[in-house]
């Protein structure tokens, strides 16, 4: 579903990414791992059209993207929950959740898709007329897995979903994230820190070193693998 071939991405003189290359294919759940400053926000980002790529080429649906403008990307079916959050403070639940769908006219399968949120996040159901900026960490993520929802993609980037957030809301979002996979048939590129969980949650995985990818393979494989676990799982 999702190729990268060679992909280079610079901040003025910085390369951020030096030549990666990674796929993702339907119904998986992907996960890159690596250290602070390894390069992940920039791949995702790299991929929402967020920020320009130097050179190399991105395949969704085996169609170039990599010079298609970050909205028509949405549209193509990729979404994004940002590293941060950032959803909207001064808005409701109900509010961020409809920014989410603001390229569907399809009322009827929006309120269904918020149904479904509901169901699953059962927190923000209680919270919807909520200004989004007074919610706790864990429920802010929560919104904005479920705002990238909202556009229906086929390709969901979440960036970190548990920076900030206490064990026990950490497990329960990556609960979440496995049963949109396993529901909703949903395929998944999550990047993390957290290597140990967002292992155990993937079929596979690529660690990033320094703008490289460095290592790849079945999660289980990569959780086992000596050098993941010295570096990444502290054993
Ligand atoms: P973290 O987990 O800390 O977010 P990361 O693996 O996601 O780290 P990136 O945020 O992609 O890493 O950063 C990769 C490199 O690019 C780093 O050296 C970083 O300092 C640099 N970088 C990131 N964003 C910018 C920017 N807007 N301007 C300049 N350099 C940047």
């Known amino acids: 579903m999702l190729k990268l071939i060679d992909v280079e991405t610079c901040y003025g003189n910085i390369r951020a990414l030096k030549g990666i290359s990674l796929n993702v ?9 690596g250290a602070n400053g390894a390069g992940k926000t920039t791949t995702l980002m790299t991929i929402s059209g967020l920020v320009p790529i130097s050179s190399g080429q991105i395949f969704f649906n085996n169609k170039r993207i990599e010079k298609t403008d970050p909205d028509k990307i949405v549209a193509a079916g990729i979404s994004q929950a940002p590293e941060g959050r950032r959803i909207f403070p001064g808005l409701s639940v109900l509010e961020n959740l409809e920014m989410g769908a603001f390229l569907r006219a399809d009322q009827r399968e929006i309120r269904k898709d918020m149904d479904y949120i509901f169901d699953l996040f059962p927190l923000l159901n209680k919270r919807r007329h909520q200004a989004g900026g007074t919610l706790s960490g864990g429920e802010q993520q929560m919104l904005a897995i479920s705002r990238a929802l909202m556009a229906r993609p086929k390709l969901l980037l979440l960036d970190e979903p548990s920076l900030g957030l206490s064990p026990l809301m950490t497990n329960q979002i990556f609960e979440m994230i496995k049963k949109i996979n396993s529901e909703q048939h ?21 660690v990033m070193e320094n703008g490289f990818i460095t290592l790849e393979g079945q999660a289980a494989a990569l959780l086992t693998d000596n050098n993941v676990k010295k570096a990444y799982l502290g054993i």
């Open 186 to 206: 949903m395929t998944i590129f999550l990047v993390e820190q957290n290597a140990y969980l967002a292992l155990k949650l993937s079929h596979r995985g690529y």
């Open 25 to 33: 294919a339907e119904g998986e759940i992907v996960s890159l791992i």
